[in-house]
């Protein structure tokens, strides 16, 4: 089946820096997702991609959709404490006929220090 | 509006026990998805359904079954339960592109 790897598994860091991570695949996706879980929670969407190309900004949060349509990175700029949390990348093919589930990357889990 | 509920929020099971994950939306949504999530791994897709009364096999269906009967309610079903799926159970609907998830189920089984 589709594989993403996701990296880093793991990042400790300092409130304020930027953080960067990003999702390879074998498979090519329509649309790439960057999602957030916090503990006890499901995970949350932070950012879609369409479009191979595309960035997108949400507020300290920026994401783009590889050229090659097989990979993604998410950029946090100043991290706070509230960024704390496991995120994860996603893709996903919209066949239009089938399921149309997302392939996840194993999280990377994200510490910060004050 | 609730979103996407799960019932219950944890569940402690003895091996070959079977019991019944609910998930509930509101928000009208035709696709709804049933992932399991394990230490260390992303979510992985068990089953779906595309609309009310039909499903589909995900992943990882072995040991599961499913049943939409309700276009809001999207049932897992472990019939003979085993160790190996102790798991944290999300369910998801979709709406466009977007999933939505619940909130999750801890299961355990001894």
């Known amino acids: 089946g589709q594989q993403l790897n996701q990296s880093p598994q793991s990042m400790f860091i300092q409130e304020g820096e930027d953080v960067s991570m990003n999702c390879t695949s074998s498979s090519i996706f329509n649309t790439w997702l960057w999602y957030k879980q916090e503990p006890g929670e499901g995970p949350v969407l932070l950012i879609a991609l369409y479009k191979a190309g595309e960035l997108t900004s949400n507020g300290r949060l920026t994401a783009q959709f590889g050229i090659t349509r097989k990979d993604s990175f998410l950029n946090i700029s100043a991290s706070i404490p509230s960024d704390v949390g496991i995120y994860f990348c996603?893709?996903?093919?919209?066949?239009?006929?089938?399921?149309?589930?997302?392939?996840f990357g194993k999280g990377t889990h994200l510490i910060i220090q004050p | 509006n609730a979103g996407v509920t799960q019932t219950p929020k944890f569940r402690v099971l003895k091996t070959g026990q079977s019991m019944t994950l609910l998930c509930a939306q509101d928000?009208?949504?035709?696709?709804m998805y049933w992932y399991r999530q394990d230490p260390g791994m992303g979510l992985r897709l068990i089953h779906y359904s595309v609309g009310e009364g039909t499903t589909a096999k995900g992943e990882v269906p072995d040991g599961y079954n499913v049943s939409r009967l309700k276009k809001q309610n999207f049932l897992l079903g472990l019939e003979s339960a085993a160790p190996s799926q102790t798991s944290v159970y999300f369910c998801?609907?979709?709406?466009?592109?977007?999933?939505?998830f619940g909130p999750g189920t801890r299961l355990t089984v001894l």
């Open positions: 996603a893709g996903q093919i919209l066949s239009g006929g089938g399921a149309d589930g997302l392939t």
């Open positions: 998801a609907s979709r709406a466009g592109t977007t999933q939505y």
């Open positions: 928000m009208n949504h035709e696709y």
